[in-house]
């Protein structure tokens, strides 16, 4: 890949799992944004573009906000673009800062999300305290109908109902093992629950831990990066592909321009996340099998379907990969090292930056929690709106 994207400096607010009622949006921002500066060692006048996600977007003149936040940041004035994709928000805002460097137009960016549910009111949120139907009138899709779309992943493969909730159970207690070992997680050093405190939960124990939360990361150009930073890690591949929000169009391969394949006559896949994934992978020259830690969008079912999209396990085996322990640190590879949005906690808007930043502090060495033995190739990847939106970024520290 020429003209690579080095990430050279990470931030976050820690416990994205819960509520920080003590601190508004600009605050949490500011606080994540200004780590990052002094990770990657630069003043905040280096900066000369940004990228921001978080949701919410009807609520702050229609992703206007753009201004309002590189002025909090006293970043002004330098360009700022704004993404909202449901819930791969974080991983688009990434994209597109990947895009400042790659184009030349900056040498070094920021790219940074926020959640505040209590200042700003997510669409969804709206949506789920009036009523469905405007938010399936709007785009064709609710959160009911992501579960729905997981459980024909269980159906497609005819995996029992001991098995699901075997899989669900034990994927729900990986993830609070992880997280209980990090510092940025909501469960940082609690009990593990048990399997039959685990069985008394929604979905097994297998559901993210919504909060609020902001992270932010500085990129920088190869060049820049080499020069100033000891152990930046580079952007080796990046794809980001878009499919519909209206569920019944999920069933349609003619509707995906140059596909026609009959997988998609079921919603349950990650078909879409295959796409990206492939895309990625053959930017950066790897194969599924070079990868040694990847970061997935885990909820319900969702850590199955995408497993099996990024080529980390075959189709239908992605529950035996996670009962025979082969997505831990010393499995095969490591999965969502940090907790994920089961372990570590999720805050929507930014949501997306949470696994990169633990993706590259795995690579340069600085990992919090869980640190593995010499990676090599990370990959993220995330899902929005059920499949709508797919992200996937392959990372390296080579």
């Not at 600009?26 to 900066?47: F, P």
């Not at 895009?99 to 920021?110: F, P, T, Y």
């Not at 100033?228 to 080796?236: E, G, H, L, S, T």
């Not at 497993?307 to 396990?313: K, N, Q, Y």
Request: proline share 5%; glycine share 12%; net charge negative.
């Amino acid at each position: 890949m020429t003209n690579r994207v080095a990430i050279i400096g990470t931030g976050m607010v820690d416990n994205p799992g819960i509520s920080h009622p003590d601190k508004s949006f600009k605050q949490l921002l500011v606080e994540s944004v200004y780590k990052a500066i002094r990770d990657a060692k630069i003043e905040a006048t280096d900066i000369k573009g940004s990228s921001f996600s978080y949701t919410g977007e009807c609520e702050i003149g229609y992703g206007g906000v753009s201004a309002t936040l590189n002025d909090a940041l006293a970043l002004s004035p330098i360009p700022g673009f704004i993404n909202a994709s449901n819930c791969a928000s974080g991983h688009t805002a990434f994209m597109q800062g990947c895009q400042l460097i790659a184009s030349k137009e900056c040498d070094i960016a920021l790219v940074a999300g926020f959640e505040k549910s209590s200042d700003v009111l997510p669409f969804f949120d709206y949506a789920l305290i009036s009523s469905d139907s405007m938010y399936d009138y709007n785009l064709g899709y609710s959160h009911i109908d992501a579960v729905l779309m997981q459980r024909e992943y269980f159906a497609r493969y005819n995996i029992p109902a001991e098995k699901r909730a075997a899989g669900l159970m034990a994927y729900g207690k990986f993830a609070r093992t992880m997280g209980s070992k990090h510092p940025a997680a909501w469960c940082y050093g609690k009990p593990v629950p048990t399997d039959k405190e685990l069985a008394g939960m929604p979905m097994f124990g297998s559901f993210m831990k919504p909060g609020e939360g902001s992270a932010a990361l500085i990129l920088a150009s190869e060049e820049v990066a080499k020069r100033i930073c000891a152990n930046p890690v580079f952007v080796q591949g990046r794809a980001y592909i878009t499919t519909s929000h209206y569920v019944g169009h999920r069933y349609d391969a003619t509707l995906l321009n140059g596909y026609d394949d009959p997988t998609l006559s079921s919603a349950g896949n990650g078909f879409p996340l295959s796409i990206a994934c492939d895309k990625a992978y053959r930017e950066a020259g790897i194969a599924p099998s070079d990868v040694d830690t990847i970061g997935i969008y885990d909820q319900v079912a969702s850590e199955f379907v995408s497993l099996e999209a990024a080529g980390i396990c075959p189709e239908g085996q992605a529950v035996d990969f996670v009962l025979s322990e082969e997505c831990g640190p010393d499995g095969r590879v490591a999965v969502n090292t940090d907790g994920g949005n089961i372990g570590r906690g999720f805050a929507g808007g930014t949501a997306g930056l949470y696994p990169i930043i633990e993706i590259v502090q795995q690579l340069n060495g600085t990992a919090r929690g869980y640190r593995l033995h010499q990676p090599k190739w990370g990959v993220s990847t995330y899902v929005g709106g059920g499949f709508a939106h797919c992200v996937s970024v392959v990372m390296t520290n080579e």
